[in-house]
């Protein structure tokens, strides 16, 4: 929590820093940053679990990074990717918002790979040391006592560490194979067991298959029905407070007065406007917006100013009712100056007797309950009217800013849209380096949408900003979840069936954790007396976080069992270059490299290294016939080859 905490504070000191304008509404990222990165922890924390118990610590923390490095490094990228898309938006706000958004994810990133594992470590050692959690200080008297969240098993971790700072000497007897069928058959919890197990089975035996393909194809048919019926909407007041004085007021007039009275000005500029043609449009503007069907009145200087010089000057006038083009502006001064005409001083901005700089005149709607569809028409037609080529005339109103927001939002969600999962697909394409698995990727995160869609229409929701920035958002949560499994089923071996079995073995207790703790983030959010945050966000991310894990740990296991793609390529060459090589240099350049290197340097490093046949082997004399542990050539290649001074076996 405290990485996440420390990850907004840097993101939004850095966004700052370089003048990104902050808003109430960046304030929610919080939440989905701690659920991103508790997600992430989780990983971490559980490929630790995972690991073979007589590994020593500094090779237990490199295992960590190369194994859940990768992981979590695919994951924010695609999330980084997501936010990033958010720029195509029209809408300065959200623009903002997507900023501060992957900068968030940036840091988290950066602090889950150092400041937690630097935490994690300490922890280790607390834990060989038989230090309790809570008074770390200090040695427990009885080693195998339990206390606090210290369970007895985590006394007997790490035996072969005698010093905790320098690698130990020990030889590691276990074979790879060894060490993942001993994680794979001893989870540590309950929830371990259940997802290493039971799970696994019932989802991928031929009924779980069928119920769940049935239920996944069943939710995405009605959900895009459902989708196309959602309309942008927003009222103002959901971003007034429940006990706002405001909001009651604004209840008793939709209760008792048939509805709330909009208040519009029509503001112009002075150039023109005395002129016949300019006289003429401003009186054609006025009397049109006066007639309108939906306007109650409008209380201007205009109309009081020509009865005025109609009485006092009407011998002078032109047309009926236009004043001449030279007494324009000296009448009216002489008009603000009578006692009729002086309390429009205020709407006559630099007025003297030869111009005006601009004029200002107030109107009102009348007292009806619309909806946004239904304003959004009402300001359209009234720009319309004010529309001239003579004088500058402009309607205008606070709730404008919005329905011009909300006008636009369809089509600029939708362009996000496909943009964040076009992103997602090449960055997964580029990254697991499988078209198939890229493109399946992309159709769960498409589902995931259509539902979270789907979802809104039925529980009364609509398109506004809020929704639209997390439905982009969900690009990121939802290929999370799916990302996660993808990358664990390409890494395993055997049929498409057991490669799903294991790719949820190992990641899906993490995976389900994570996306709990991110709904546990809204959580209270149904107290809050914003609806905003009561209904809008805690409904969004449950939404996200329910179809995303459904389609991460169900759907997408499922269909990988059935039309997954074959281990990649690379791994297939590089087993077979293993058969070929008869000697290997320097194992301890590998070591040493695994415990500084990601994922992605140590596959590079030891492909090129096997690929130089014809190389000597100069084996350390502390590392006798010494097998490779599964901290570092077991992630380059599941299989369980041992590396001796004779070859491999």
């Given at each position: 929590?405290?990485?996440?905490?420390?990850?907004?504070?840097?993101?939004?000191?850095?966004?700052?820093?370089?003048?990104?304008?902050?808003?109430?509404?960046?304030?929610?990222?919080?939440?989905?940053?701690?659920?991103?990165?508790?997600?992430?922890?989780?990983?971490?924390?559980?490929?630790?679990?995972?690991?073979d118990?007589?590994?020593?610590?500094?090779?237990?923390?490199?295992?960590?990074?190369?194994?859940?490095?990768?992981?979590?490094?695919?994951?924010?990228?695609?999330?980084?990717?997501?936010?990033?898309?958010?720029?195509?938006?029209?809408?300065?706000?959200?623009?903002?918002?997507?900023?501060?958004?992957?900068?968030?994810?940036?840091?988290?990133?950066?602090?889950?790979?150092?400041?937690?594992?630097?935490m994690?470590?300490?922890?280790?050692?607390?834990?060989?040391?038989?230090?309790?959690?809570?008074?770390?200080?200090?040695?427990?008297?009885?080693?195998?006592?339990?206390?606090?969240?210290?369970?007895?098993?985590?006394?007997?971790?790490?035996?072969?560490?005698?010093?905790?700072?320098?690698?130990?000497?020990?030889?590691?007897?276990?074979?790879?194979?060894?060490?993942?069928?001993?994680?794979?058959?001893?989870?540590?919890?309950?929830?371990?067991?259940?997802?290493?197990?039971?799970?696994?089975?019932?989802?991928?035996?031929?009924?779980?298959?069928?119920?769940?393909?049935?239920?996944?194809?069943?939710?995405?048919?009605?959900?895009?029905?459902?989708?196309?019926?959602?309309?942008?909407?927003?009222?103002?007041?959901?971003?007034?407070?429940?006990?706002?004085?405001i909001?009651?007021?604004?209840?008793?007039?939709?209760?008792?007065?048939?509805?709330?009275?909009?208040?519009?000005?029509?503001?112009?500029?002075?150039?023109?406007?005395?002129?016949?043609?300019?006289?003429?449009?401003?009186?054609?503007?006025?009397?049109?917006?006066?007639?309108?069907?939906?306007?109650?009145?409008?209380?201007?200087?205009?109309?009081?100013?020509?009865?005025f010089?109609?009485?006092?000057?009407?011998?002078?006038?032109?047309?009926?009712?236009?004043?001449?083009?030279?007494?324009?502006?000296?009448?009216?001064?002489?008009?603000?100056?009578?006692?009729?005409?002086?309390?429009?001083?205020?709407?006559?901005?630099?007025?003297?007797?030869?111009?005006?700089?601009?004029?200002?005149?107030?109107?009102?709607?009348?007292?009806?309950?619309?909806?946004?569809?239904?304003?959004?028409?009402f300001?359209?037609?009234?720009?319309?009217?004010?529309?001239?080529?003579?004088?500058?005339?402009?309607?205008?109103?606070?709730?404008?800013?919005?329905?011009?927001?909300?006008?636009?939002?369809?089509?600029?969600?939708?362009?996000?849209?496909?943009?964040?999962?076009?992103?997602?697909?090449?960055?997964?394409?580029?990254?697991?380096?499988?078209?198939?698995?890229?493109?399946?990727?992309?159709?769960m995160?498409?589902?995931?949408?259509?539902n979270i869609?789907?979802?809104?229409?039925?529980?009364?929701?609509?398109?506004?900003?809020?929704?639209?920035?997390?439905?982009?958002?969900?690009?990121?949560?939802?290929?999370?979840?799916?990302?996660?499994?993808?990358?664990?089923?390409?890494?395993?071996?055997?049929n498409?069936?057991?490669?799903?079995?294991?790719?949820?073995?190992?990641?899906?207790?993490?995976?389900?954790?994570?996306?709990?703790?991110?709904?546990?983030?809204?959580?209270?959010?149904?107290?809050?007396?914003?609806?905003?945050?009561?209904?809008?966000?805690?409904?969004?991310?449950?939404?996200?976080?329910?179809f995303?894990?459904?389609?991460?740990?169900?759907?997408?296991?499922?269909?990988?069992?059935?039309?997954?793609?074959?281990?990649?390529?690379?791994?297939?060459?590089?087993?077979?270059?293993?058969?070929?090589?008869?000697?290997?240099?320097?194992?301890?350049?590998?070591?040493?490299?695994?415990?500084?290197?990601s994922?992605?340097?140590?596959?590079?490093?030891?492909?090129?290294?096997?690929?130089?046949?014809?190389?000597?082997?100069?084996?350390m004399?502390?590392?006798?016939?010494?097998?490779?542990?599964?901290?570092?050539?077991?992630?380059?290649?599941?299989?369980?080859?041992?590396?001796?001074?004779?070859?491999v076996?």
């Open positions: 929590v405290f990485c996440v905490l420390f990850a907004s504070a840097s993101a939004f000191g850095v966004g700052s820093l370089f003048g990104v304008p902050y808003s109430p509404i960046v304030g929610f990222l919080v939440f989905l940053l701690l659920g991103l990165g508790l997600d992430d922890a989780f990983i971490i924390v559980r490929t630790g679990q995972l690991l118990t007589d590994l020593t610590l500094e090779e237990h923390m490199s295992a960590i990074l190369l194994r859940a490095g990768s992981s979590i490094t695919l994951t924010s990228l695609t999330d980084i990717i997501a936010f990033l898309s958010g720029l195509t938006n029209s809408l300065p706000v959200i623009q903002h918002l997507c900023i501060y958004g992957s900068l968030g994810v940036l840091f988290d990133w950066l602090l889950q790979i150092t400041l937690f594992m630097v994690y470590y300490f922890s280790k050692q607390r834990q060989i040391k038989n230090k309790p959690d809570c008074c770390c200080c200090f040695v427990l008297a009885n080693p195998e006592a339990p206390c606090c969240s210290c369970r007895e098993a985590e006394t007997t971790m790490f035996p072969n560490e005698k010093n905790i700072l320098p690698v130990t000497q020990q030889p590691n007897t276990s074979s790879p194979q060894e060490i993942l069928e001993r994680s794979r058959t001893q989870p540590s919890s309950p929830l371990q067991t259940f997802m290493s197990t039971t799970y696994p089975r019932l989802l991928l035996s031929p009924i779980g298959k069928v119920v769940t393909l049935t239920v996944a194809i069943g939710l995405f048919s009605v959900g895009l029905w459902s989708a196309s019926q959602v309309e942008a909407g927003y009222k103002k007041e959901w971003f007034v407070p429940d006990s706002s004085a909001l009651q007021t604004w209840d008793l007039e939709e209760r008792f007065f048939d509805g709330q009275t909009q208040y519009f000005g029509i503001y112009s500029s002075g150039e023109n406007l005395n002129t016949l043609e300019g006289q003429m449009a401003y009186q054609d503007t006025i009397t049109k917006i006066s007639a309108h069907n939906k306007v109650a009145q409008c209380s201007g200087w205009y109309n009081e100013y020509v009865k010089y109609m009485k006092e000057h009407k011998g002078e006038v032109i047309q009926a009712t236009l004043a001449p083009e030279d007494k324009f502006f000296p009448w009216l001064s002489e008009f603000v100056s009578k006692e009729e005409g002086n309390r429009f001083s205020k709407s006559l901005r630099g007025l003297t007797n030869s111009s005006v700089d601009g004029t200002f005149t107030q109107c009102w709607s009348r007292p009806v309950s619309w909806s946004s569809q239904q304003d959004i028409v300001m359209d037609e009234l720009r319309d009217i004010v529309r001239n080529d003579v004088v500058q005339i402009r309607a205008y109103t606070y709730l404008w800013n919005f329905l011009d927001g909300l006008k636009v939002m369809e089509e600029n969600m939708l362009i996000s849209l496909t943009l964040a999962a076009v992103m997602v697909f090449v960055t997964a394409l580029f990254l697991l380096g499988s078209a198939k698995l890229a493109i399946i990727v992309f159709c995160v498409a589902m995931v949408d259509v869609l789907a979802a809104y229409y039925y529980s009364g929701m609509s398109y506004e900003f809020l929704t639209s920035v997390i439905l982009v958002l969900s690009v990121g949560f939802s290929v999370d979840y799916s990302m996660h499994i993808a990358h664990n089923f390409q890494q395993a071996e055997g498409r069936t057991e490669r799903a079995k294991h790719a949820l073995s190992n990641i899906g207790s993490s995976i389900l954790c994570g996306g709990v703790t991110t709904w546990l983030a809204v959580a209270l959010l149904p107290f809050s007396g914003s609806y905003l945050f009561r209904v809008v966000l805690f409904l969004s991310i449950s939404y996200t976080v329910l995303g894990l459904f389609h991460g740990i169900c759907v997408l296991p499922v269909v990988l069992s059935l039309v997954g793609p074959g281990p990649s390529c690379a791994d297939d060459q590089l087993r077979q270059q293993i058969h070929k090589t008869r000697s290997v240099s320097s194992l301890e350049d590998v070591i040493s490299m695994s415990r500084r290197e994922l992605m340097s140590i596959t590079s490093s030891v492909m090129t290294l096997f690929n130089m046949e014809d190389r000597e082997v100069t084996m004399e502390s590392y006798p016939a010494t097998p490779i542990s599964a901290s570092t050539f077991d992630l380059v290649s599941a299989d369980p080859y041992m590396i001796t001074g004779d070859g076996q």
